[in-house]
């Protein structure tokens, strides 16, 4: 498995999710968000043969921190005193992922390239500062099965988007 960390870009959006009808307004640490992150992330995998699939496993984890941040500044959400990092709890969530850049360097023999599965990384937990509960179904990224035959194939890059639906989790500060 690769862990990918460099980024062509990045997009957010970030709004409150609306109430059905008739729903009491929660409390402010309570409110449902939908977050989208979109963008491409850098990959370089090369393939190894003209005869078999190397087969991978890539992750990465876009910024979350930013769209965060701004609701909570744009919203006017108080910031527990206790609170030393934000997290995001999903509730519900549709990921996509797709070849975004390949390259064949030579005659191509046999080239192939695919992206044949996406999935969450592992949920993970964490305190949160207002509760002082345990929360889980944090974010923490999302794993991509690729696939390149052709040993001077590529694939360079893959572009995601990905829509969450949860809520902002304001975690203890570490001593």
Same mark, same amino acid.
Do not use: C, K
């Given at each position: 498995m690769h862990v990918l960390s460099r980024y062509w870009g990045q997009n957010w959006l970030i709004t409150p999710a609306a109430l059905a009808v008739n729903e009491q307004p929660p409390d402010v640490y309570e409110q449902r968000w939908l977050l989208v992150l979109t963008g491409?992330?850098?990959?370089?995998?090369?393939?190894? /043969?003209?005869? &078999? +699939?190397?087969?991978?496993?890539?992750?990465?984890?876009?910024?979350?921190?930013? %769209?965060?941040?701004? $609701?909570?500044?744009?919203?006017?959400?108080?910031?527990?005193?206790?609170?030393?990092?934000?997290?995001? /709890?999903?509730? &519900? +969530?549709?990921?996509?992922?797709?070849?975004?850049?390949?390259?064949?360097?030579? %005659?191509?023999?046999? $080239?192939?390239?695919?992206?044949?599965?996406?999935?969450?990384?592992?949920?993970?937990e964490v305190g949160d500062a207002v509760t002082g509960q345990v929360v889980g179904n944090i974010f923490g990224g999302i794993d991509v099965d690729v696939a390149v035959r052709d040993s001077d194939a590529w694939i360079y890059r893959i572009g995601y988007s990905i829509t969450l639906l949860g809520r902002i989790v304001f975690t203890p500060q570490i001593p």
């Amino acid at each position: 498995m690769h862990v990918l960390s460099r980024y062509w870009g990045q997009n957010w959006l970030i709004t409150p999710a609306a109430l059905a009808v008739n729903e009491q307004p929660p409390d402010v640490y309570e409110q449902r968000w939908l977050l989208v992150l979109t963008g491409v992330v850098d990959a370089s995998i090369q393939g190894n /043969s003209p005869h &078999q +699939w190397l087969h991978d496993t890539v992750s990465f984890l876009p910024d979350t921190i930013s %769209p965060l941040n701004y $609701a909570i500044d744009h919203y006017g959400i108080p910031r527990p005193a206790t609170s030393g990092s934000l997290a995001f /709890s999903v509730d &519900q +969530w549709a990921p996509f992922a797709s070849l975004s850049s390949i390259f064949d360097a030579g %005659p191509s023999d046999n $080239a192939g390239f695919a992206v044949d599965v996406w999935r969450p990384t592992s949920f993970t937990e964490v305190g949160d500062a207002v509760t002082g509960q345990v929360v889980g179904n944090i974010f923490g990224g999302i794993d991509v099965d690729v696939a390149v035959r052709d040993s001077d194939a590529w694939i360079y890059r893959i572009g995601y988007s990905i829509t969450l639906l949860g809520r902002i989790v304001f975690t203890p500060q570490i001593p």
